[in-house]
C-alpha cells in the first residue's frame, strides 16, 4: 500500500493502523529530534496532497483483512494538519468501522479554526507541546517564518475549549535542552493553561540528523513526571516495541515501517522471535534474508543499531 502502513505495535495506541496523509518531508516546522530528517523548504498551503478516495480504499482494504487494529491512526512523513480535508476522510472512516481514530500532529495550525474544526472528529488527538517558552520553542521546533510559541499555545489552548475527545499531549523531552528545572517549570505551566486529558513524555529513542540530540537521564526525566502529573496523569517514555505476529508478509511490513522512520534492530528481533517462538533459528535467517533484498541500510546512534529505508 502507498499511504497505510502496519497495524504497528504503539506504547500509546495499541495496535496501530497507520495512515500517511503527506508527501516527504511537508512541515511547518524543521524539529531538531526529527527521525525523517531536516525540512528543506517549509510546507504552508494545506491541500489535498493525494485523492482521499485512494486513502479510504486502503483503510478499507487494512480493515478487511481482519488484522487486529486498535486504533487508525493519521499521521504524516510531516504535519499531518497540512492534508485540507483531513475532517471528511474521518467522516468516511467512521462510516466503515468502529474503530476509533487518533491524529498526531505538531499542533502548529491548530490557531486556524478550519483546523481545530476538522481534528474535531477524531476520538484522539496527540499535539507536541516541547517548550514553555518562546526561546526553547524556536529552538526546538525551528518553526516557519510567522510560527510562534505564543500563537501555538493559544492554539491548544483554543482546540481544548471545543474538542470533547481525547487530549493527548506529547512533550520531547531532550537532554540538556528543555529537561532543566526552568524549562520543567515553563512547560508544566503551559500544560496547566491547556488541560489535556493526558501528558506523553517521549524520549528520542530514534536517531535524529543532529548531533546534539542526547537523550534525559534518569533523573531528568523522573523529574519532569514529577511537575506534570501535577497537571495531568503521565506516559512514562519506554521504548516501544514491534508486534509482527499477525502480519503477512513481514518484509513489506517491514518496509513500511522504516519508510516513516528507523526501525532498531533489537525491536526487529524482539518481534520476530515472539513471531517464531517456535523456531528461534528462523529469526537470524529472515533477518539475513530481508537485509539481503537491499531495501535496508543500517545505521548507529548511541550505541543502537537501526534499520533505515535505504535511499533510492
Known amino acids: 500500500m502507498t499511504h497505510v502502513f502496519g497495524p504497528v505495535s504503539s506504547k500509546r495506541l495499541g495496535q496501530s493502523l497507520g495512515v500517511d496523509l503527506l508527501p516527504p518531508k511537508s512541515c511547518t516546522w524543521n524539529c531538531i529530534y526529527c527521525q525523517l530528517g531536516r525540512t528543506r523548504e517549509y510546507t504552508l498551503l494545506r491541500q489535498e496532497f493525494y485523492p482521499s478516495a485512494e486513502i479510504l480504499s486502503e483503510i478499507q482494504e487494512a480493515v478487511d483483512s481482519g488484522a487486529h487494529i486498535d486504533w487508525i491512526t493519521f499521521v504524516g512523513s510531516g504535519e499531518t494538519m497540512l492534508y485540507r480535508g483531513i475532517g471528511r476522510l474521518i467522516d468516511e472512516v467512521?462510516?466503515?468501522?468502529?474503530?476509533?481514530?487518533?491524529?498526531?500532529?505538531?499542533?502548529?495550525?491548530?490557531?486556524?479554526?478550519?483546523?481545530?474544526?476538522?481534528?474535531?472528529?477524531?476520538?484522539?488527538?496527540?499535539?507536541?507541546?516541547?517548550?514553555?517558552?518562546?526561546?526553547?520553542?524556536?529552538?526546538?521546533?525551528?518553526?516557519?517564518?510567522?510560527?510562534?510559541?505564543?500563537?501555538?499555545?493559544?492554539?491548544?489552548?483554543?482546540?481544548?475549549?471545543?474538542?470533547?475527545?481525547?487530549?493527548?499531549?506529547?512533550?520531547?523531552?531532550?537532554?540538556?535542552?528543555?529537561?532543566?528545572?526552568?524549562?520543567?517549570?515553563?512547560?508544566?505551566?503551559?500544560?496547566?493553561q491547556i488541560g489535556p486529558d493526558m501528558v506523553h513524555l517521549v524520549i528520542p529513542t530514534r536517531p535524529s540528523t543532529e548531533k546534539d540530540v542526547l537523550l534525559p537521564s534518569e533523573e531528568r526525566i523522573e523529574r519532569a513526571v514529577a511537575l506534570m502529573q501535577e497537571v495531568a496523569a503521565v506516559v512514562h517514555p519506554i521504548k516501544g516495541s514491534m508486534d509482527l505476529s499477525g502480519t503477512p508478509d513481514i518484509l513489506e511490513a517491514v518496509t513500511a515501517i522504516t519508510l516513516r522512520h528507523p526501525v532498531q534492530e533489537n525491536e526487529l528481533r524482539k518481534a520476530l522471535e515472539d513471531r517464531f517462538s517456535d523456531s528461534p533459528q528462523k529469526v537470524g535467517e529472515v533477518m539475513k534474508e530481508m537485509f539481503a533484498t537491499g531495501r535496508f541500510s543500517l545505521i548507529t546512534q548511541g550505541g543502537e543499531a537501526y534499520w533505515t529505508k535505504k535511499a533510492e
Do not use: C
Open 94 to 192: 467512521k462510516k466503515m468501522t468502529d474503530i476509533p481514530v487518533a491524529i498526531i500532529t505538531n499542533g502548529s495550525l491548530f490557531s486556524l479554526p478550519e483546523v481545530r474544526q476538522e481534528a474535531l472528529r477524531a476520538d484522539a488527538v496527540l499535539p507536541s507541546l516541547n517548550a514553555g517558552s518562546e526561546e526553547l520553542h524556536q529552538k526546538i521546533s525551528r518553526h516557519a517564518p510567522g510560527f510562534t510559541f505564543k500563537r501555538h499555545l493559544e492554539g491548544l489552548i483554543a482546540f481544548r475549549k471545543e474538542y470533547t475527545g481525547n487530549l493527548w499531549v506529547e512533550v520531547m523531552l531532550l537532554g540538556g535542552v528543555n529537561d532543566t528545572d526552568e524549562a520543567l517549570k515553563n512547560i508544566t505551566g503551559a500544560l496547566a
